[in-house]
């Protein structure tokens, strides 16, 4: 089955102690990216990837660091979380970009203290 | 810059009634134009799409049509049901921006109630 998969589903942490969300999706999607989703605000884009090795930032980067050692993940680094991250976030992957629909992960909500 | 505007919910409808989302963008290019559906603990599904103007995205009872003159892609549905009660997000893919970024709207929340 086609699919994005994030974990943790859920995470409570405290401020300043360093996590990781991975990303993984089976499909050999070149393109991934990740969004956060707030109240109001819809889904914006963090970071995103076009390919292995090739990151750069979106809307909203600050706080946060991504990698792409390999084609299928790619995890979402928060070193120093702070309250204002938490969030529930998203990770999509599509083909190639241009009119690709994005496959988004079920979601990882995150609660900073 | 890109952005989208949508109509705030919630909205709450009885089973069997029209539904309207209003959507509204704003881009420097020639975007692309999306419904995505996101049903309760779950992420983001495509419902529909539309590439050029006049456009007509359609799909599980869903239609959109893409209206350059008035900028819209507004979602329509005849005769809706307790299942799509979700949260609706109308996007645009600018061909012209970095990263292939989908530019969301605030999204609607959709409860059908029996």
């Known amino acids: 089955e086609a699919q994005v998969t994030q974990n943790p589903r859920y995470l409570i942490t405290v401020t300043g102690k360093k996590l990781t969300v991975t990303c993984s999706q089976n499909?050999?999607?070149?393109?991934m990216s990740w969004y956060r989703q707030d109240p109001g605000l819809g889904l914006r884009q963090i970071y995103y990837?076009?390919?292995?090795?090739?990151?750069d930032k979106g809307d909203v980067p600050e706080g946060y660091k991504v990698s792409r050692k390999e084609k299928r993940n790619f995890p979402l680094i928060l070193e120093s979380p702070s309250p204002n991250q938490t969030s529930l976030y998203f990770c999509?992957?599509?083909?190639?970009?241009?009119?690709?629909?994005?496959?988004f992960g079920d979601g990882t909500r995150l609660s900073i203290l | 810059g890109n952005s989208v505007t949508q109509m705030e919910g919630p909205v709450t409808l009885s089973e069997e009634a029209f539904l309207t989302i209003n959507c509204t963008y704003t881009?420097?290019?020639?975007?692309?134009l999306f419904w995505y559906v996101q049903y309760p603990g779950e992420g983001l599904q495509l419902l529909l799409k539309?590439?050029?103007?006049?456009d007509k995205g359609s799909n599980k009872g869903f239609e959109a049509t893409y209206r350059k003159e008035t900028t819209s892609f507004h979602l329509e549905k005849g005769s809706v049901q307790v299942s799509d009660s979700a949260v609706y997000f109308c996007?645009?893919?600018?061909?012209?921006?970095?990263?292939?970024?989908?530019?969301f709207g605030g999204g609607t929340r959709v409860l059908v109630k029996p």
């Open positions: 996007a645009l893919s600018d061909p012209e921006a970095a990263g292939n970024k989908l530019t």
């Open positions: 539309a590439t050029k103007a006049d």
């Open positions: 499909m050999n999607h070149e393109y």
């Open positions: 881009a420097t290019g020639y975007p692309s």
């Open positions: 999509a992957s599509s083909l190639t970009t241009g009119v690709q629909p994005q496959h």
């Open positions: 990837s076009m390919n292995v090795e090739v990151t």
